[in-house]
């Protein structure tokens, strides 16, 4: 079992930056794969970036790339959500996800994720 809670999101102005936080409590932190994903209202939910259990790899979808940046702290148990030159299209529910690592996952897609937070609301004015 693992527990997720974000936190961070708010209001923002277009170009301005928010950092999402993920607590995470359970076993083995580090030995998941964790996501951030977003659904905006009428939308699907879609993917925003990842990060190996190790660290050592990111990515991003190609609508935040250079903008948003995925970090993580297994010995906080956390992982973070870096987001600049926020635009209105970014508003959406953002969602922190874990999912053990295993042969032939496909992290950048949301039904391989085991675990949810409850997500936090970003919104960016215009």
């Known amino acids: 079992q693992v527990q997720l809670v974000e936190s961070g999101g708010g209001l923002v102005q277009a170009g301005g930056s928010l950092r999402l936080s993920c607590a995470a409590s359970g076993r083995t932190f580090s030995s998941y794969v964790m996501g951030w994903f977003r659904q905006a209202p009428g939308k699907e939910r879609e993917f925003v970036a990842d990060?190996?259990?190790?660290?050592?790899?990111?990515y991003y979808a190609d609508s935040v790339k250079g903008r948003f940046t995925i970090s993580r702290d297994n010995t906080k148990n956390t992982v973070s959500l870096q987001m600049n030159s926020l635009k209105p299209e970014d508003t959406a529910v953002y969602y922190c996800?874990?999912?053990?690592?295993?042969?032939?996952?496909?992290?950048?897609?949301?039904?391989?994720?085991?675990?949810w937070g409850q997500g936090t609301q970003v919104t960016v004015s215009s």
């Open positions: 990060i190996t259990w190790s660290g050592g790899s990111a």
């Open positions: 996800a874990a999912v053990l690592l295993r042969a032939g996952i496909t992290p950048a897609s949301p039904y391989e994720y085991d675990y």
